[in-house]
């Protein structure tokens, strides 16, 4: 290896990360019934939780561990710190970096949904929020907004041979299409190492369970588009994982015209004719997560696109 090679963080925990740091939330149990308690906490810019049917004081303990790994994830691949490994890639100006071990596996991951979707998966494609602001207003940008940007999107720009990546000046890396399911699936594995019990942990909506509780499967309410706090439907999980992706929150609307937040990065524009919610249920919540972005992207294919591959999944419209 090259001694003119900077390193992105060398550590699972990133830089300046530490996972025996103090919690940063006062945490308590709360119960809602049979046996089963609640922790909640803010993390990724969402509602989070951790439920189990075990004595308040081992799910605080639970929930506590959850609440560490997700915002370790946050301050390590946050782009809005300026600590994050994501900063310290964005302002190498195009030097080769070697990234850590974590951030190489998140990095080969993407590299496959990209080809598997044939680049309408695009974790560069993060630069178009300079021009899109889905605030739920009507400022639609201009076209040649849009192409200026366009030069700087497309993973393919990318020379990614791990653990080395070469980052194109004026490029950007945005972890958020992976970000919250994959710290599902991490707060899930120190749970796992930790309880017996059965236990769910559910961040924003997005959701994997270890098993069901004595008393019957998990409920799980998916939201109504448009609707916030009231569910279309009710699912029944015993174990494995949920992820649900839609425009509920973020979009714009124009003479007439809902554009999703879902960008096509080919063109810098949102897909056309996408469902509002797609859920998609899965052994891991990264791979649930990436079906149903994955679906959305492909617009008013979704269904057959998510029929075609054999995955469960629940579409509003």
């Known amino acids: 290896m090259r001694s003119s090679f900077r390193s992105a963080g060398g550590s699972e925990g990133g830089p300046g990360i530490h996972m025996d740091a ?24 969402c509602p989070c939780e951790v439920l189990a049917q075990e004595r308040s004081d081992a799910v605080v303990m639970l929930g506590e561990a959850a609440a560490r790994e997700a915002w370790r994830i946050e301050r390590k691949f946050s782009r809005y710190r300026n600590d994050s490994v994501t900063a310290i890639l964005h302002r190498s100006r195009g030097a080769p970096m070697i990234v850590d071990k974590e951030t190489a596996a998140l990095l080969d991951f993407a590299s496959h949904f990209h080809g598997l979707s044939k680049g309408l998966f695009d974790i560069t494609s993060g630069v178009l929020r300079r021009v899109w602001n889905f605030d739920g207003s009507d400022q639609v940008p201009e076209r040649s907004a849009v192409e200026r940007i366009l030069p700087l999107v497309g993973f393919s720009k990318l020379r990614w041979q791990a653990p080395v990546l070469q980052l194109p000046e004026g490029m950007e890396l945005d972890f958020g299409g992976i970000g919250k399911e994959y710290a599902v ?14 236990f769910l942990v559910n961040f924003g909506g997005d959701l994997r369970a270890s098993g069901p509780p004595s008393h019957g ?11 916030e706090a009231a569910a279309t439907m009710l699912l029944d999980l015993c174990s494995g994982a949920l992820a649900t992706s839609g425009d509920s929150h973020r979009f714009l609307v124009k003479d007439g015209i809902r554009y999703c937040h879902v960008l096509d990065p080919r063109t810098g524009y949102p897909v056309v004719g996408a469902p509002r919610s797609v859920t998609v249920a899965a052994a891991s919540c990264t791979e649930a997560g990436m079906w149903a972005t994955l679906a959305l992207l492909k617009g008013s294919e979704a269904a057959a696109f998510l029929e075609e591959q054999g995955r469960k999944h629940w579409i509003i419209d």
């Open 22 to 45: 103090p919690i940063e939330q006062a945490l308590r149990a709360e119960s809602i019934g049979r046996g089963v308690y609640a922790v909640r906490f803010q993390a990724l810019g």
């Open 185 to 198: 699936d991490r707060a899930f594995a120190r749970l796992l190492a930790r309880t017996e019990a059965p």
């Open 217 to 227: 499967p998990w409920q799980v309410g998916v939201e109504r588009p448009g609707r």
